[in-house]
């Protein structure tokens, strides 16, 4: 078969903040797939916090994106010719394509999408995103039913997952999202007791007051996707020998490393240190890919609660390839409602 196809690649890397040179949409020719691979037609592409750290050439947990090489990321597909026992055309898959509209995949890096579940399902709540919050929550949080747990971007992905997941346990859920429509949505739609606007505190020590009124009986769990004035806010009001899964820290990525030395709130790590220290708090960065083996316990769990309405996702749907960095630009800054989705096709 033949087929002109199109990716995005990265062009060169950036400089502090992302900015539409470090991408370049070019054309290219998908070949026949050998034994083993099919050719799938993407239909929709997951844009995520993470692929921002792939763009650098930094020490990571894993390789980055190299230049003139396609941009990273998950997509959900259908398969349109096959050479692989177990995949017939029409197919719905998804896998790690990157930023394009078709590729060929080896057949063991493809899952199929379940039937009588969305696809776009498999990028966001029943995806790597959901996974992700589930497993930080469920592995490092620890929950317990009457803690009270705080959330960093809450109306996210990770975070509504996280919310949803604890309100479903018994916590209380305290969100902290960017914007009143936001906070609104966080409660109204997916449930949390309460939720707070970062925007409308100036700095760490406002963020500290707020969230202390927010929960009255101190912090257990923080689930940590910022950083920023939010972590700065948090730690004052977290309980002794709570717990802290370090999912993300989307404040700092601009600065090419982990927010330390030069960045924000440097003056903040001596004293966070010593919060960690007297309340004997366990704070755990994770990576997804290492709890990997917990996946079905968690579609097994979970499914059934997507299924029946007691978990909720709100997608925010970009139109066509080509619109793929500005919505990955503007996502890094809040700019999205809901999980982040590209509709190629």
């Given at each position: 078969m033949s087929v002109t196809a199109k990716r995005i690649v990265l062009a060169k890397r950036p400089k502090g903040e992302v900015t539409?040179?470090?991408?370049?949409?070019?054309?290219y020719e998908v070949p026949d797939p050998k034994a083993g691979e099919v050719v799938v037609r993407v239909?929709?592409?997951?844009?995520?916090?993470?692929?921002?750290?792939?763009?650098?050439?930094?020490?990571?947990?894993?390789?980055?994106?190299?230049?003139?090489?396609?941009?990273?990321?998950?997509?959900?597909?259908?398969?349109?010719?096959?050479?692989?026992?177990?995949?017939?055309?029409?197919?719905?898959?998804?896998?790690?394509?990157?930023?394009?509209?078709?590729?060929?995949?080896?057949?063991?890096a493809l899952t199929k999408?379940?039937?009588?579940?969305?696809?776009?399902?498999?990028?966001?709540?029943?995806?790597?995103?959901?996974?992700?919050g589930w497993h930080g929550l469920t592995d490092i949080g620890k929950p317990k039913a009457g803690e009270t747990v705080v959330v960093a971007a809450a109306t996210g992905p990770v975070g509504s997952m996280v919310g949803q997941y604890a309100k479903h346990l018994g916590l209380r859920a305290v969100g902290v999202a960017g914007g009143p429509d936001k906070c609104r949505h966080a409660v109204e739609h997916f449930g949390f007791d309460e939720c707070l606007d970062h925007r409308a505190y100036a700095d760490g020590k406002e963020m500290r007051k707020a969230i202390a009124e927010a929960c009255p009986d101190g912090v257990d769990i923080y689930f940590e996707n910022v950083g920023g004035k939010v972590l700065e806010g948090v730690l004052p009001n977290m309980?002794?020998?709570?717990?802290?899964?370090?999912?993300?820290?989307?404040a700092w990525y601009d600065l090419g490393g982990l927010g330390m030395g030069d960045g924000p709130g440097k003056d903040q790590l001596p004293r966070a240190w010593r919060t960690i220290l007297v309340n004997r708090l366990k704070v755990e960065g994770f990576i997804i890919t290492d709890g990997w083996h917990r996946l079905n316990e968690f579609l097994g769990e979970v499914a059934p609660l997507v299924a029946n309405g007691t978990i909720k996702f709100t997608?925010?749907?970009?139109?066509?390839?080509?619109?793929?960095?500005?919505?990955?630009?503007?996502?890094?800054?809040?700019?999205?409602?809901?999980?982040?989705?590209?509709?190629?096709?």
């Open positions: 539409p040179e470090n991408f370049r949409l070019e054309d239909t929709a592409l997951s844009l995520d916090p993470y692929m921002r750290g792939r763009m650098d050439d930094a020490k990571s947990y894993a390789a980055p994106v190299e230049v003139d090489a396609v941009m990273e990321g998950g997509t959900v597909g259908e398969v349109i010719a096959s050479n692989a026992d177990g995949f017939a055309e029409g197919d719905v898959v998804f896998g790690m394509t990157g930023w394009c509209d078709h590729a060929v995949m080896s057949a063991k999408v379940p039937a009588g579940v969305p696809p776009t399902a498999a990028l966001g709540v029943l995806g790597m995103p959901g996974f992700t309980n002794t020998f709570g717990r802290i899964p370090v999912c993300g820290m989307i997608e925010d749907v970009a139109e066509g390839l080509e619109n793929a960095p500005e919505a990955f630009m503007s996502m890094l800054k809040g700019g999205n409602f809901g999980k982040q989705i590209v509709k190629i096709a």
